[in-house]
């Protein structure tokens, strides 16, 4: 089977820097757009950063300016670098794809909206 795994998210003050991390594993083909999303506690989730296959990039505006996302195309893997953090940072992250294509073994199948488990990310004031 397939998974997207994230890492990277912990503790850090204010201004500090951390790089998330999302690898997917299993027998890959292809995979879209790719994207970091955000819950904060008691918050709608929200879309952060995304990245299609040829390196698009589009960001919310709060992070515009200090979040860069990235991917390795090779390492079906995405990144997410995020500096001069703010406490209202502070929030679950996921990785997300829209289309996952990959080998079953006997067929080629595809994981729609597939989600990873999140890393948590907080910051203090």
């Known amino acids: 089977q397939v998974q997207l795994v994230e890492s990277g998210g912990g503790l850090v003050q204010t201004g500090g820097s951390l790089r998330l991390s999302c690898a997917a594993s299993?027998?890959?083909?292809?995979?879209?757009?790719m994207g970091w999303y955000r819950q904060a506690s008691e918050k709608q989730r929200e879309v952060v950063a995304t990245i299609t296959s040829s390196g698009s990039t589009n960001y919310a505006d709060s992070v515009k300016g200090r979040f860069t996302i990235s991917r390795d195309n090779a390492k079906n893997t995405v990144y997410l670098q995020m500096n001069s953090l703010k406490p209202e940072d502070t929030a679950v992250y996921c990785c997300?794809?829209?289309?996952?294509?990959?080998?079953?073994?006997?067929?080629?199948?595809?994981?729609?909206?597939?989600w990873g488990q999140g890393t948590q990310v907080t910051v203090s004031s």
């Open positions: 997300n794809t829209n289309r996952l294509t990959y080998h079953t073994g006997s067929a080629v199948a595809n994981k729609y909206d597939y």
């Open positions: 299993g027998r890959i083909i292809s995979i879209d757009v």
